[in-house]
């Protein structure tokens, strides 16, 4: 751009937002037709913390946000703060213990080998993932299983290969990375409302 070009003007309302906010409101919307299975993922939850067991979450990038909004929602608080403090942890949490494994390993290991040290007989583990094919959810929701947890899934998509490892799975029904990371987010606030009703 030279100095004496006009500044850069932009629509105010440009179609292709309109079309992205379009498309993750009815992404959203359509989750209204899976609230059984909304419901039986809260229970499941809910129920392994009232059995006094944890909960662990993973994802990686946008995932792993979320993975961590979940596990510091469990030990802060959602809305109440008079309930107690709920044993959550996100396994992509803690940079030390990614890379030492990373390194020493591999990246597919870097959830399960962290599962390996946590995991009890009736944990959950939750996951979040658009593609449902990252090697390292794969691997973790199978050291869940071989350790006695359960391992519980968001995805996109069609699912992907974590869809046929979880003990139990939601798939968002859409494409588009942001709208089911969005999605997963609505589906998080959820769990969490659900939780604590109950506890």
């Not at 809910?46 to 979940?70: E, P, Y």
């Not at 596990?71 to 030492?100: F, Q």
Request: hydrophobic residues 40%.
């Amino acid at each position: 751009m030279k100095p004496d070009d006009p500044p850069h003007t932009f629509d105010l309302n440009p179609a292709w937002m309109l079309d992205l906010i379009r498309d993750s409101a009815s992404v959203i919307e359509r989750l209204k037709y899976q609230l059984p299975e909304i419901d039986a993922l809260c229970r499941k939850i809910a129920d392994q913390l009232l059995a006094g067991n944890k909960i662990l979450t993973a994802g990686n990038g946008g995932s792993a946000a979320a993975a961590l909004h979940l596990a510091e929602e469990l030990t802060g608080k959602y809305n109440r703060s008079d309930r107690r403090a709920l044993p959550g942890i996100c396994l992509a949490a803690d940079t030390t213990a990614i890379t030492c494994i990373a390194n020493d390993w591999d990246f597919a290991s870097v959830f399960s080998r962290q599962i390996e040290a946590y995991c009890r007989p009736g944990d959950v583990l939750v996951v979040f993932s658009s593609s449902g094919n990252s090697e390292n959810l794969v691997r973790a929701c199978e050291t869940m299983k071989r350790f006695g947890g359960l391992s519980l899934a968001l995805l996109g998509r069609d699912g992907g290969r974590v869809h046929q490892v979880a003990d139990l799975s939601l798939v968002v029904n859409s494409n588009r990375t942001a709208s089911i990371q969005e999605t997963h987010d609505v589906i998080l606030h959820l769990i969490l409302e659900y939780i604590e009703r109950v506890v």
